[in-house]
Nanobody
Framework: QVQLVESGGGLVQAGGSLRLSCAAS????????MGWFRQASGKGREFVAA????????FYADSVKGRFTISRDNAKNMVYLQMNSLKPEDTAVYYC????????????????????WGQGTLVTVSS
């Protein structure tokens, strides 16, 4: 069965770092874009970062540019998010997903190719 499993979240002090991982299973997604979203308590879902199938193109939300780096390993069917210089406003549940087009990740109606979401991983940044 196809599923997405996020991991790597935790509690970290402002200025610290975390590395999130997303494992996709059930099929391969080497020809698809992959990316990350986050949702803070009481807020809507927010785009964070995306990467195309080859890793040659990346998109980042303005709020994380220069601090976060997205990468992928197609052989392992995984996507990662290295988060540095974390701020309290980065606190949220982080979710990954896949889609044929990287630009779809900036659409507020994003559903993803699978139309399914994982459980997410909670990132809490203390001030």
């Amino acid at each position: 069965q196809v599923q997405l499993v996020e991991s790597g979240g935790g509690l970290v002090q402002a200025g610290g770092s975390l590395r999130l991982s997303c494992a996709a299973s059930g099929r391969t997604f080497s020809s698809y874009a992959m990316g990350w979203f986050r949702q803070a308590s009481g807020k809507g879902r927010e785009f964070v970062a995306a990467i195309n199938w080859s890793g040659s193109t990346t998109f980042y939300a303005d709020s994380v540019k220069g601090r976060f780096t997205i990468s992928r390993d197609n052989a392992k069917n995984m996507v990662y998010l290295q988060m540095n210089s974390l701020k309290p406003e980065d606190t949220a549940v982080y979710y990954c997903n896949v889609d044929p087009s990287i630009v779809a990740f900036r659409d507020v109606t994003f559903r993803g190719y699978l139309e399914v979401w994982g459980q997410g991983t909670l990132v809490t940044v203390s001030s």
